[in-house]
């Protein structure tokens, strides 16, 4: 991929305009290089790869009583490494492409210069070679050769996202993504490499995961729909426009609470889940009425809370 920053075409006084806009509403960056690679490795976005391990844990309980821990922790580094490798990888092309140039959320490493290029490459290269050796070490206790093709197709979507001459997240794929690798597969995965076998249980907590997913992407997506045109990044919010992005999103926790009532009549702690509604009854009337880029930074943090307590909860009311 070139270095150099191919920077966005269009109106002279639109691109100056929307550039001033995203400078006057983009929060103040970290203060320190710590601070700086902290904020790189978006942990907000963290709970979207515990969750489905701690559904896949729960719906494995279901059937096997002896759970290797050291299994679950190998699933829990793989999901957690590899989701960190995707936020570097893709500050890294964001950031040589120009797309950051018009953010308006938090500061990238790449994009604000605040980290040479190469760095941010190399960290994102670090962590997916670290989460390609826990799913190594996997393969080798399991016996199942097979998951190392998973294990890599999975690397390969997370550096193609936007990666690449054709990066598929700039063509309304990137739910596509999320749903398929931090839902199906990282949920069903996990329950398969504990159980060696995948309950229903299993699939459709993959689903709610993936739905979680989906929402959180759709929340962080709604808020640089005018940047992303500009730079023409075509996610799916900005295919759909802005107030069918919001109904989505409605509809993606309303798929993940669906499912979570279902189970309510099998889990007897599964209602307690629902307690998570404090969390997503604020998210969802905040998405229906938010007009500022904080209020969407404030849906997709309430959303991943929600993503990791329905995650474990629901996971806990497996194994009980």
């Not at 109106?11 to 690679?37: E, F």
Request: with cysteine.
């Amino acid at each position: 991929m070139s270095k150099t920053k191919k920077r966005p075409s269009g109106h002279p006084a639109r691109v100056n305009a929307a550039r001033g806009a995203a400078t006057a509403t983009k929060p103040a960056g970290p203060k320190s290089a710590a601070g700086a690679w902290i904020a790189g490795a978006r942990l907000r976005t963290l709970p979207l790869a515990i969750a489905p391990v701690a559904l896949g844990t729960g719906a494995a309980m279901i059937d096997t009583a002896d759970i290797s821990k050291l299994l679950v922790a190998l699933c829990l580094v793989v999901a957690v490494f590899l989701q960190i490798g995707v936020n570097y990888a893709n500050d890294y092309s964001d950031g040589v492409r120009g797309t950051d140039d018009f953010r308006v959320g938090p500061p990238r490493l790449t994009g604000s210069g605040l980290v040479p290029a190469k760095r941010v490459l190399a960290a994102a290269i670090v962590f997916f070679a670290l989460a390609a050796i826990a799913g190594l070490v996997i393969t080798v206790i399991t016996g199942q050769y097979w998951l190392l093709a998973v294990g890599a197709a999975a690397i390969a979507a997370g550096w193609f996202y936007t990666g690449g001459k054709h990066p598929y997240g700039y063509y309304g794929l990137g739910e596509v993504f999320v749903f398929v690798f931090f839902g199906l597969v990282a949920t069903a995965g996990t329950t398969f490499i504990l159980a060696g076998e995948v309950n229903d249980e299993s699939w459709l907590a993959s689903i709610a995961a993936g739905a979680i997913a989906c929402a959180v992407l759709m929340a962080n997506n709604i808020r640089d729909i005018e940047q992303d045109k500009l730079v023409k990044k075509r996610t799916f919010a900005v295919l759909i426009g802005r107030t069918a992005s919001r109904i989505v999103y409605v509809v993606w926790i309303a798929i993940a609470y669906a499912i979570l009532w279902f189970f309510t009549l099998l889990f007897p702690l599964a209602p307690l889940v629902f307690f998570t509604l404090l969390l997503t009854g604020p998210a969802i009337v905040i998405m229906l009425t938010a007009k500022k880029p904080r209020e969407f930074v404030t849906v997709l943090q309430l959303t991943s809370l929600f993503g990791l307590l329905y995650g474990i909860g629901l996971g806990l009311a497996f194994g009980y």
